[in-house]
């Protein structure tokens, strides 16, 4: 299946299935990445550990970033433990580094990269896999929802935690 009908057919189903359409659609797209995950209500997970993380300054920040979100059910799909470990002051680094392993600087749509497999680099630092020959995956992750647009950059939602080598 190509990469840009992939993404259209379910962009468009996920937007009602998010529950987000509407206001963080609208044109000037008025919600920034962290406004839009918490209005779309399947992020609660992926929000908390950003609030934990003191990374939620960031996302709320200038940007333009490009984020891949893990929802809740990705998180809870981790083995029994991890996110609660992962939310201990004694882990902020690896909170840290998993978290923005899931962000790209930059805004990247899907159309940016469609019929493509490439190394990315992250914020975090490692670099990320994407294979967009094929539908779309990052890592180990498929893209189940792209091109989110936010005033700050853009969100692509995934189905699964993707981990930097050195959580690994």
Known sequence: MRFTHFLGTTAAAAVVSLGMAGSAFADGHSKDIVDTAVEAGSFTTLVAAVQAAGLEDTLRGEGPFTVFAPTDEA??????????????????????????????????????????????????????????????????????????????????????VILPPSAM
């Open 75 to 160: 998180f809870a799909a981790l083995p029994e433990g991890t996110v609660e470990n992962l939310l201990l002051p004694e882990n902020l680094e690896t909170l840290q580094a998993v978290l923005t392993y899931h962000v790209l600087p930059g805004k990247v749509m899907s159309a940016d990269i469609a019929g493509q497999e490439l190394s990315v680099a992250t914020v975090e630092g490692s670099e990320v896999m994407v294979n967009a020959t094929d539908g779309v995956m990052v890592d180990s992750a498929n893209v189940v929802t792209a091109d989110i647009e936010t005033s700050n950059g853009v969100i692509h939602v995934i189905d699964a």
